[in-house]
């Protein structure tokens, strides 16, 4: 974390849960990191969740079934903590092993998926919340490295042909359809990997929101390794 935060001034890092939670996003700060060195197998987690679709839910009774070594037992204690952590303070957290996600092919000139990097958006006051536990971690990027897409003339020219509809109703489309979310990275952007066992709260854009909201992505998997992440 030391070298990240001698290199954004985006990222405030904390030293337990409950800053975490409680510390205010303020200034350029739209991401609050928990860094933790987690002890645990959690890729025996992994290789114990049988995972037909491309990503499953693991709940907590079907943690307490798997039969672990010392050390699964040990990553399966953690999970089981962080998400009693976070059910305790009112969020509503999900444990998914993924094996990708679903790829969006609507608009292949524009891709709305979770692999472009984006923004949230709530009607009411909330954050993101997430930890990767196993496989690769998601990315943040500073606002300034990036472009809204639909402010990037030849995608606007491109969408407008889309919405052939009148103009007043030309933002309520983009909306509507989430293109407002997603962002362009710049030729010399620097994406932030979030790492592993670090639990992050991002800012997201909603109507009280003091700052920007923060820019991510999730990463490209590697074939053969499911990831492990907790989100709310």
């Not at 991401?31 to 049988?50: H, S, T």
């Not at 009693?84 to 957290?93: K, R, T, V």
């Not at 943040?140 to 919405?163: G, S, W």
């Not at 009280?208 to 390794?225: D, F, I, N, T």
């Amino acid at each position: 974390m030391t070298d990240i935060l001698s290199t954004t001034n985006q990222i405030h890092g904390v030293t337990n849960f409950q800053d975490l939670l409680s510390t205010p996003f303020k200034g350029a700060v739209n991401a609050i990191c928990w860094q933790r060195e987690l002890v645990g197998d959690f890729a025996e987690i992994v290789e114990k969740v049988v995972v037909n679709e491309n990503m499953v839910v693991l709940g907590q009774e079907e943690l307490h079934a798997l039969e672990l070594s010392d050390q699964g037992q040990r990553a399966r204690e953690i999970l089981l903590n962080d998400l009693s952590m976070l059910e305790e303070q009112g969020n509503a957290p999900t444990l998914n092993v993924i094996k990708c996600y679903d790829r969006d092919d609507s608009y292949p000139f524009f891709p709305t998926d979770v692999y472009s990097f984006h923004v949230d958006r709530s009607p009411v006051p909330a954050d993101t919340i997430l930890c990767t536990y196993h496989g690769e971690s998601s990315d943040i990027l500073p606002n300034a490295q990036a472009t809204q897409k639909v402010l990037i003339p030849e995608i606007r020219d491109t969408l407008r042909k889309l919405y052939d509809g009148p103009e007043e109703g030309f933002n309520a489309f983009l909306e509507e359809y989430f293109f407002d979310l997603h962002y362009q990275a710049k030729p010399d952007a620097r994406p932030i990997s979030l790492g592993l066992g670090h639990i992050w709260r991002l800012a997201i854009d909603h109507p009280e929101s003091q700052v920007l909201p923060c820019l991510h992505r999730a990463p490209k998997e590697k074939r053969g390794e499911n990831r492990l992440l907790l989100i709310c």
